[in-house]
């Protein structure tokens, strides 16, 4: 399945960034709309060298980062309900409710086949990821609140990833 998409996307003019940024994780193959994959290929063709790119590319880099980095030390991630009792700082609580909202508004262009809606929604969530990284400290010695924010940095970079893989552009950004 994943080398037949591949190679229809190459087909239509779709070069490696574009295909790698939408498929290079299996498991959203299995569960995207391969329909919906191609709009996303071509919408991220689109946005490369925007504000909109750089900051989703900039935001789940650094958030990726931390999370492969320091995850080895979480035994558990925290589910949201966990993170919502935890997390009470402003940045925290802000990113939690965008991660939420924009988990929700890629579902639903998922569900309608707008490949720019799941985009915007993943540029929008910019104010609240950039104000978490300038806010917040990732790595505290309380294990649990450490835990806490790894989890909703991982939410966040699985949200995004939803829609693909903007470090697939690596080189291209600006």
Known sequence: MTDRLRHVMQSRD???????VVTGDLGRIEQVNPAVLMA??????????????KSAA???????NIVEREWVSV???????????????????DLRKAVDRVSAE????????????????????????A???????????DERL?????SLLRDFRDV??????????AGQSG
């Open 160 to 169: 995004v990833a939803r829609v693909g893989d903007p470090s697939a552009f």
């Open 75 to 93: 035994a558990t991630p925290l589910s949201r309900s966990e993170q919502q009792a935890l997390l009470t700082e402003t940045a925290e609580v």
């Open 40 to 53: 996303l290929a071509h919408e991220w063709r689109r946005i490369v060298g925007t504000a909109v790119f």
């Open 131 to 141: 104000n978490f990284f300038d806010q917040v400290r990732v790595v505290v010695p």
């Open 146 to 150: 450490r835990t806490g924010r790894l």
């Open 14 to 20: 779709l070069g490696y960034e574009e295909i790698q």
């Open 106 to 129: 890629i579902e639903t262009a998922h569900a309608t086949g707008s490949a720019r809606k799941a985009i915007e929604a993943v540029g929008s969530i910019q104010p609240q990821i």
């Open 58 to 64: 900039e935001a789940h880099k650094r958030a990726n």
